[in-house]
């Protein structure tokens, strides 16, 4: 069992929808909230000269940002506890350390450096491909819930803790779950000579998401499970289906379009373009439910 949720802040108004999403999945799942902040000395040091006042600045910053960043979790849910930490080093360190024992790591996606451009800026990889559980990525709160998690399904095992992370957030919000699969035409499907029935391999392609999501239904039977198939780019696909979503679920890498894009030359589109919140999941993340699924 994990021990906390973690959420990086980095003093910006940007984080602010990182801690108020952070601090709402804390009230629905009962653990505590830690709030963490990168003091990063090095831009701002002479190493042969050490300015003991600047390090008092940066100190003193870093306990603002952290004292305003629990009262607005505070403000935002009240009853859940908040711990509140310096951690000295880069962002991208930080971030990997803070999640290795948390249930879920939380960031933003703009401010002044931080956890922002840890995120989607040129190390991502280094985050949502490195941590070992959930990162979720806050560009801003969706307004009135819409009562939907929208999942890219994969057909690989690898896939299987983005479903399980869907399925427990699903059943935490008592929301719909909208699995999306996207597809696309063969490269030769106009060629001369070669016919594909593109009727038949949707038929095919719906049969492999149903194959998927039976284990699951069987689990979680209290939930409303939508297949929604495309032929669509997958990055197309998620985007569009994030319009009507609270949380959008993605896997990290895998056999299969969906999950292969995602941490591949277009994971910044889904990130940056994403109508929601993303929730990205490494194959490998210990997400509660995925140990026991029905294979």
Request: net charge negative; hydrophobic share 45%.
């Amino acid at each position: 069992m994990k021990e906390a949720i973690v959420v990086g802040v980095d003093g910006s108004p940007a984080t602010v929808a990182a801690i108020e999403w952070a601090a709402d999945d804390a009230a629905r799942t009962g653990l505590p909230l830690r709030v963490v902040f990168a003091v990063e000395r090095s831009p701002h040091e002479i190493p042969k000269f050490p300015n003991p006042h600047l390090e008092d600045a940066l100190s003193r910053g870093a306990v603002r940002v952290l004292q305003e960043a629990e009262r607005a979790a505070k403000a935002r849910q009240p009853g859940i506890t908040v711990v509140t930490e310096q951690i000295e080093g880069r962002p991208a360190d930080v971030l990997r350390r803070a999640a290795a024992q948390a249930a879920e790591l939380v960031v933003g996606t703009r401010g002044m450096g931080g956890f922002a451009g840890a995120v989607v800026g040129s190390v991502s990889s280094h985050v949502a491909g490195h941590v070992p559980g959930p990162v979720v990525v806050v560009r801003h709160l969706p307004g009135l819930p819409t009562g939907e998690i929208v999942v890219g399904v994969d057909d690989s095992p690898a896939a299987q803790p983005a479903l399980a992370y869907a399925f427990e957030q699903a059943r935490s919000r008592y929301s719909t779950l909208r699995a999306v699969r996207a597809w696309m035409e063969p490269v030769h499907a106009y060629a001369p000579g070669i016919i594909y029935d593109l009727e038949e391999i949707g038929t095919a392609q719906h049969a492999v998401v149903a194959g998927i999501l039976d284990p699951w239904r069987e689990r979680y039977p209290e939930i409303k499970v939508i297949e929604d198939v495309r032929l669509s780019h997958p990055v197309a696909a998620l985007v569009d289906a994030s319009a009507g979503a609270d949380l959008l679920v993605v896997g990290s890498h895998g056999r299969s379009a969906v999950a292969s894009a995602l941490m591949g030359s277009v994971s910044r589109a889904v990130l940056h373009h994403a109508e929601c919140p993303v929730a990205v999941v490494r194959p490998d993340a210990p997400v509660e439910g995925a140990e026991n699924h029905v294979r």
